[in-house]
């Protein structure tokens, strides 16, 4: 047993990669095929990113880093959704941090609204086809009101953000 040499497997830590390429795609008002059309890949390849089903290679990973014009570092290590105007560049003044805090939070609380509205997308197209659907029919129409409603708001939020970050395109469309 002496002669038998304990190899760990080295488990590699999780990235922020997924969650960051997402946020930062959003916030860009772009959809996964623009960024794959962008970078010379696949819409599936950013989704499996984007769900940290897989990471890209290095030149893959280097091409989003500069595609976004974002540190590779930050990329890996940092959560944006906790600090989302740390890596853009406002023009709000230095000394008015209670400003920054307030867009920061909006920025955070409009990629939690995303999230929900995409769930709840994701749960209606599944139900679509159920006894339960066509059962509670009028229920469930109010309930695709209330996600258009929804859906609205979000995209007058990315709006808004997008006119106040000036890395963020004004065509972009996110939902």
Partial sequence: ?????????????????????KFLRRINGKSQR?????IGLSRNNIASYESGMVEPNADNFLKIAEYFDIDPVQLLEDLLTENPLKP????????????????????QETNEMTKVLEGYKALMSIKKD???????????????ELLD????LVALNWDLIQSIIPS??????HI
């Fill in 34 to 38: 623009d960024i794959a059309e962008a």
């Fill in 88 to 107: 853009t560049i406002v023009n709000v003044p230095q000394n008015d941090s209670v400003l920054m805090e307030k867009m920061n939070a909006f920025v």
């Fill in 1 to 21: 047993m002496d002669n038998i040499v304990n190899k760990k497997k080295m488990i590699p830590k999780p990235t922020s990669l997924g969650q960051n390429l």
């Fill in 168 to 173: 963020v395109q004004d065509d972009a469309k």
């Fill in 130 to 144: 159920t006894n339960e659907y066509k059962e509670n029919l009028n229920l469930y129409r109010s309930l695709e």
């Fill in 149 to 152: 409603l929804l859906r609205n």
